[in-house]
């Protein structure tokens, strides 16, 4: 184990034996400072560093942002382990509510409808329906505080809102980082909802570089709800977001903390039993990463490739059909069936916006083959009908002439 983890293992270690033996507010404050503040500047300040690199950059080609009024709709709470509300204020964007097909999106953490408005632009302009999603406590939309961050729990809520808004099937679900947890959800929970998925700089099978140890980040997303602690835990992870580059007065009350519950609720045994769903069904899947991502590393990402059944990075680079020189940035791009991988050579864990233009391209190409197919099997059994039809009347006036003999 690198010294960094070791050295936040033990400092937990620490704090929950210190815990267990005192009561002292200021033993339990000394402590908890500690390993809050060593672990929040080793989480954060790599994510943040590593993201004002990326921004320097000036040869991406962004497209202009959108950001479109927000709407709001009740979300019932009756499936969401929730006993506090009977319904959710729920946030929302909807681009193109005439537009076909629909495209929804939804934010990984810290994150809203924002994280979208570049990705947007493209899938706007081709005249799809785009919806982007804020989960509870995130953007617009309120948590109750029983509202839990489980993988059942979010994709009901997307259920819920789409089926509120007179949603029943969506051409692509779009996720970014964690939000892909609760998209890839929805093959299990909505297994006739969505046609096929995008998946951006998507967590997967294992706790990333981030998220380690996960041991710490489960207990001290724990210590957020105990009275005097949590209050005390909070200022200091928001205070060190700040200090790293995240704009803390944009987001809205408490989503520094939700975003620390949300990850400590991660449930990957399920992300990978839905990844393997998706592959064994051959849905398509656009895979998005980005080689100097510093929260998903290399080996995450060709564990998701084996689980929807494509090319790990290793093995597209022995594939001279993977290699690309489309554009500067673009290392490997692959297509198996009708899924594609995108390997990214810059662009960070935002690549959503810095590749807005390249990965809605590739999302219009999956929708698109999509729609061809569904309307080769309309023809197909307009075409069977008629042949029926045709041969049921052969068939009765044979039947005619037979009689009349």
Known sequence: MPYSLTMYSRNLS????????????SDIRRYLTAILQSNVEHLVGSAA??????????????????????????????????SSV?????????????????VIAVHGCPGSHFDFRYLATPLRDANVRIIRINLPGFGPT??????????????????NLLNKIGINKVGMAIGHSLGCTCVTSLVSTHPNLVASYALLASCGT??????????????????????????LSSVIVNRRYAKYGFNVAKTVKDEIDNSHRLCANVDFNMNTKCL????????????????????????????ISLCLGMRTLDEMDGLEEAQTDKMPHIRYDLTTGMSRQLVFQKGGHYLQKFHANYIGKAMLDILNKLEAVKEWR?????????????????????RQLTNAR
């Open 206 to 231: 294992r706790p990333n570089i981030g998220m380690r140890p996960y041991m710490w980040t489960r207990a001290t997303a724990k210590v957020l709800d105990v009275p005097l602690l949590g209050s």
């Open 276 to 303: 393997e769903l998706m592959g064994d069904k051959k849905i398509p899947v656009l895979l998005g990463f980005s080689i100097d991502d510093k929260l998903i590393e290399h080996e995450i990402f060709n564990e």
């Open 142 to 159: 309120p948590k109750p505080y029983d509202f839990i961050y489980n993988a059942t729990n979010k994709a009901n809520f997307v259920g």
């Open 49 to 82: 560093t590593h993201n004002r690199s990326a921004t320097k950059s000036p040869i991406f080609d962004l497209p202009a942002p959108f950001d479109p009024e927000v709407k709001f709709v009740n979300v019932e709470t009756d499936n969401l382990n929730v």
């Open 378 to 398: 309309t023809n197909l059994e307009h075409f069977s009908w008629s042949i029926g039809f045709r041969l049921a009347d052969r068939f009765a006036i044979t």
């Open 14 to 25: 620490r704090f929950l034996l210190r815990l267990s033996k005192s009561s002292k507010i």
């Open 86 to 102: 009977d319904h959710i204020r729920a946030g929302y964007t909807d681009e193109n509510p005439n537009g076909s097909p629909t």
